[in-house]
């Protein structure tokens, strides 16, 4: 029997723009940051923090993926920041194609930080790379604590991971030394921050981490 694999030729063809994409990030000196989460951890929510709290300091722009709507990205742009919205139209990820396409919308030389939010899906984003710096996952303590062993492949691949809604510990069953410790040990080098961006409790150490990768892309411009 002949047997094709289709997967890894679209995943090699993916990470054949992905590289082309890196190369213009790169040479433009933009930091570029892939935001990955299962549904409603809170990436938006994050964004919209973030951006009100580091957009009087560095340029950011911010390319929203979700199946439908322009929900996510009407919010970002209340929260000050230009923002493209692109619908995978059923796709559980974006990908480097789509990435590309929309690469010139924003004058990318004029951009410090360029953070793309993921479809919500703990499983395929993790999969494609878009070219950018470095993956960042939001784990929610509503999700529970068994999401980094049933779903390693983000863990694995994030450089930093964002604990959200630790406001909701007192109501929950969360075993937080549980989940880090999970998630260490599928990958030793992960910066871990627990924070709240309803209250903003721990948001400070995600900013400084952030501030410090745009530094070292400006630095290297
Ligand atoms: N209590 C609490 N709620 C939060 C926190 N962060 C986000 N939320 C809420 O969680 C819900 C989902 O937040 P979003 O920011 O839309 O999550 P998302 O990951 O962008 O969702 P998708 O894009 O649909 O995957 C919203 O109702 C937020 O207000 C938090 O730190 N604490
Ligand atoms: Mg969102």
Not at 76 to 85: E, F, K, L, M
Request: glycine letters at 8%.
């Amino acid at each position: 029997m002949h047997q094709i694999d289709v997967g890894s030729s679209i995943l090699a063809h993916n990470d054949a723009l992905a590289m082309h994409n890196r190369e213009h990030f790169i040479e433009e000196g933009v930091y570029v940051l892939n935001l990955m989460s299962g549904p409603g951890a809170g990436k938006t929510t994050i964004l919209e923090q973030t951006v009100r709290a580091l957009s009087g300091k560095y340029r950011i722009a911010v390319i929203e993926g979700d199946v439908q709507t322009s929900q996510d990205a009407d919010r970002v742009a209340a929260a000050g920041a230009p923002v493209i919205q692109i619908n995978t139209g059923g796709a559980c990820h974006l990908d480097a194609r789509q990435i590309h396409d929309n690469l010139h919308t924003f004058a990318l030389d004029a951009l410090d930080l360029l953070i793309i939010e993921n479809v919500g899906n703990l499983v395929c984003p993790a999969e494609f790379d878009l070219g950018e710096h470095d993956k960042v996952m939001v784990l929610s303590t509503t999700e529970g604590a068994d999401k980094p062993s049933k779903y390693p492949v983000m863990f694995h691949e994030a450089r930093a991971m964002l604990l959200n809604k630790i406001d909701l510990l007192p109501y929950l069953d969360f075993d937080t030394e549980k989940a880090l410790r999970d998630a260490r040990a599928l990958n030793l080098d992960l910066d871990i921050f627990q924070v709240s961006a309803r209250t903003g409790a721990g948001m400070e150490g995600w900013y400084a981490w952030l501030e410090q990768r745009i530094a070292k892309v400006r630095a290297s411009r």
